[in-house]
Nanobody
Framework: QVQLVESGGGLVQAGGSLRLSCAASRSSSIFSINNMGWYRQAPGMQRELVADISGGGITNYADSVKDRFTISRDIAKNTVSLQMNSLKPEDTAVYYC?????????????WGQGTQVTVSS
């Protein structure tokens, strides 16, 4: 199993910045973590990808956050961070850390508990 613990959410005014962090811990050494990323879910909306990053450092962003958010990863520490700048009210959501881990031939998906980000206008 992989446990994901997020931190860094909060309330910020529009135009401000927040940094989210997620620490992954593996209860079994047979899990190797591949992609890590961030998703978000606003009230009444489906969960959507914000950004993800592969083990090789390849990043992928939702169009709505490109040029404002930056995802980064520390492979050695099993952490992933999301620097969010120029925040907008529409960025308000619960943000979830995500990890795709492999155990032999099988991929497993793990989620954090979520952290609230609220952007006031």
């Amino acid at each position: 199993q992989v446990q994901l613990v997020e931190s860094g959410g909060g309330l910020v005014q529009a135009g401000g910045s927040l940094r989210l962090s997620c620490a992954a811990s593996r209860s079994s050494s047979i899990f190797s973590i591949n992609n890590m990323g961030w998703y978000r879910q606003a009230p009444g909306m489906q969960r959507e990808l914000v950004a993800d990053i592969s083990g090789g450092g390849i990043t992928n962003y939702a169009d709505s956050v490109k040029d404002r958010f930056t995802i980064s990863r520390d492979i050695a520490k099993n952490t992933v961070s999301l620097q969010m700048n120029s925040l907008k009210p529409e960025d308000t959501a619960v943000y979830y850390c995500n990890a795709v881990a492999r155990n032999g031939p099988t991929n497993y998906i793990f989620w954090g508990q979520g952290t609230q980000v609220t952007v006031s206008s």
